[in-house]
């Protein structure tokens, strides 16, 4: 609440502020309430802007936020326009300070030499030590030629005071006479400027509801314009999951077409081995059972010719485990 109520505070500020600027010469002013004081300047300012503000009988007053903001905007141009006087009139200063210490840096260079030329021309040394010696001739020369050189710029001074006060009378003069034709020339242009005021206030009720039906069409071109928005974000989305369905697609066929190739060279591998096979299959010739049997008793016998060489082996490996080791036991006895 006393957020609310400085900002309140600081609202009926600058519109009294305003009126003040608007009308200086009213004392009423200062015994307005603080609550009703702003509407009711607010409602005697240019004539353009009376259909937007309440009048000052109103017992409830309030601001809409259009004035509020174009109060505010004014405000904020005249404070604009204030720093922008304080600024040019800061370097001003700064310039006319600038100059006043040149000049003082001048004036004490000037003093600075006088003084070294005084003690040049009129002081001089002894060849005792009773340091200077002030010698009187040169002083009353030296006073003498100061004195004629201040009368000459005294004169100088003088004469370029006086051109510049014909000068002056010159261009009050002229001034003078500007006045008296504006006076004469005042009304007329008083009357045409009211005439002018008139036309230009219903150029300006004409365009102000011209801005209002443009805004208007803005505001639904605004929203048609965010529908369609909306749907380009939506139809860019599809189109960017659409692309990358594509794309995986398009791998998966490349992936499938790779496969494919692979299953019909297996496939021609296929029909070649079974086309062999068929032909041999066509050539070949069963043999008799007798030879069949023979055959199977020749491997039976030869399975056991095996079997029985391979216990003669491992007879064998353990022989010869038996002789390293008495190898090695005499080997071992004869060391």
């Known amino acids: 609440c006393s957020h609310a109520n400085d900002l309140l505070q600081m609202e009926v500020e600058m519109f009294e502020k305003w009126y003040r600027k608007m009308d200086p010469g009213d004392p009423s002013l200062r015994q307005l309430p603080e609550a009703q004081s702003a509407p009711a300047e607010l409602s005697q300012t240019r004539g353009r802007h009376k259909s937007r503000l309440y009048s000052a009988s109103d017992s409830v007053v309030s601001l809409t936020v259009e004035q509020k903001c174009e109060l505010a905007e004014r405000e904020l141009a005249d404070v604009k326009d204030e720093i922008q006087r304080m600024k040019d009139d800061t370097e001003q200063a700064l310039k006319n300070l600038e100059a006043v210490i040149e000049e003082a840096d001048v ?46 710029l005294r004169e100088k001074f003088h004469l370029k005071n006086y051109l510049l006060k014909g000068f002056k009378k010159k261009l009050q003069q002229q001034l003078r006479q500007k006045q008296q034709m504006g006076d004469t020339l005042r009304e007329v242009h008083m009357q045409q400027l009211q005439v002018r005021s008139a036309q230009y206030q219903d150029k300006i009720e004409e365009k102000n509801e011209d801005l209002l039906q443009l805004k208007l069409t803005a505001a639904k071109t605004v929203q048609v314009l965010n529908s369609y928005k909306k749907k380009l974000q939506d139809a860019m989305a599809t189109s960017t999951s659409l692309k990358k369905d594509i794309s ?44 069949y049997v023979q055959k199977k008793m020749s491997v039976t016998d030869l399975e056991k010719s095996i079997r029985t060489w391979q216990r003669k082996v491992a007879v064998a490996e353990m022989s010869l485990q038996s002789y390293r080791r008495a190898w090695n036991q005499v080997k071992m006895s004869g060391n």
């Open 107 to 152: 004036w004490c260079t000037d003093v600075k030499q006088a003084i070294t030329d005084f003690e040049k021309d009129i002081f001089g040394t002894t060849s005792s030590k009773k340091g200077r010696v002030l010698d009187a001739e040169k002083l009353l020369r030296y006073m003498e030629e100061k004195n004629r050189q201040r009368d000459l």
């Open 248 to 291: 995986q697609r398009k791998v998966l066929l490349e992936k499938v077409e790779r496969e494919a190739a692979l299953v019909e060279e297996q496939r021609a591998e296929a029909e070649s081995v079974n086309r062999q096979l068929q032909k041999q299959l066509l050539d070949y010739d069963v043999p008799s059972v007798m030879s």
